[in-house]
């Protein structure tokens, strides 16, 4: 059994801290074994990892940590640093990974704040700089769009297998992201659907792989505002809109109020700080 068909195995049944510990002491394959010997439902012994990646692989590349393409920021994560990343467009992450600015806001956006979100992303792409986001309705696809039509290149992170777009709608904004010199990435093989707890991993992977991240608009305790705190516990800068005294906005007003974030008004004010 190959090291890649091992870790893509055991990242469908463990999260990367369960296995860590093991890993830094034995191989891929051989920490797969010892997981089906000591799993008694069978469930494991069942499961045939060369077969799965194979045809996984069909759709989209499973990059790990000893690959070239791997991006080295993950390692911020420490212990859940992911096993493998899921990828289209995987000849085009070391660079995409260069420079990364995350632009997310609410899904529910105005057409002020959409915007705002065109404006902040299409600056960011003029600069050379990757544009990421979730391909989510509202401040993220828009941010994506925006960075496209810049002549930029962008980054995805979805919630879910990249056989499918999230949401299904965004299948032909990742069709262009991915041919044209941009990149999807994912924690999830082909076939898994997105779930509450996928989103949360999703927006720390987002935030682990930026090197820095504008917020937009953001309600409270949501994926944008996950997203803006993995930033904040990892150290990356977090800028954030001034809240305008909404209440679609109030993950901005307590970031800024409890001095988590920096300030920022307008794209040439982005800029700058970056």
Not at 107 to 119: I, K
Not at 151 to 177: C, F, N, Q
Not at 224 to 231: F, I, K, V, Y
């Amino acid at each position: 059994m190959s090291d890649r068909a091992a870790l893509a195995a055991l990242s469908v049944h463990f999260a990367p801290h369960q296995v860590a510990t093991d890993l830094a002491r034995y191989s891929p394959a051989e920490v797969w074994q010892q997981r089906v010997r000591l799993d008694h439902s069978g469930r494991l012994s069942q499961y045939r990892p060369q077969d799965e990646l194979t045809g996984a692989g069909l759709s989209c590349r499973f990059v790990i940590p000893s690959d070239p393409q791997w991006p080295a920021a993950l390692a911020a994560l420490g212990p859940d640093c992911p096993l493998g990343l899921w990828v289209r467009g995987y000849e085009h992450l070391p660079d995409l990974t260069v420079s990364t600015v995350v632009v997310t806001g609410n899904r529910m956006a105005s057409s002020e704040v959409t915007a705002r979100a065109r404006a902040f992303a299409g600056a960011v792409a003029e600069t050379g700089r990757t544009v990421a986001a979730t391909l989510a309705h509202g401040v993220d696809a828009t941010a994506h769009q925006a960075a496209e039509l810049m002549g930029g290149r962008t980054l995805a992170v979805l919630p879910r297998g990249l056989d499918h777009a999230h949401p299904h709608a965004h299948a032909p904004l990742l069709h262009s992201i991915t041919s044209n010199g941009g990149a999807a990435v994912s924690l999830y093989r082909p076939g898994t659907g997105a779930s509450g707890a996928r989103l949360k991993a999703s927006a720390a992977l987002l935030a682990a792989l930026s090197h820095a991240v504008i917020l937009i608009e953001a309600l409270d305790h949501t994926e944008a505002l996950r997203t803006a705190e993995a930033a904040v516990a990892l150290k990356r800068p977090l800028l954030a809109v001034p809240s305008d005294g909404g209440i679609r906005s109030e993950g901005n007003a307590r970031l800024l109020a409890e001095g988590l974030s920096l300030p920022c008004t307008d794209p040439a004010q982005a800029l700058e700080l970056l």
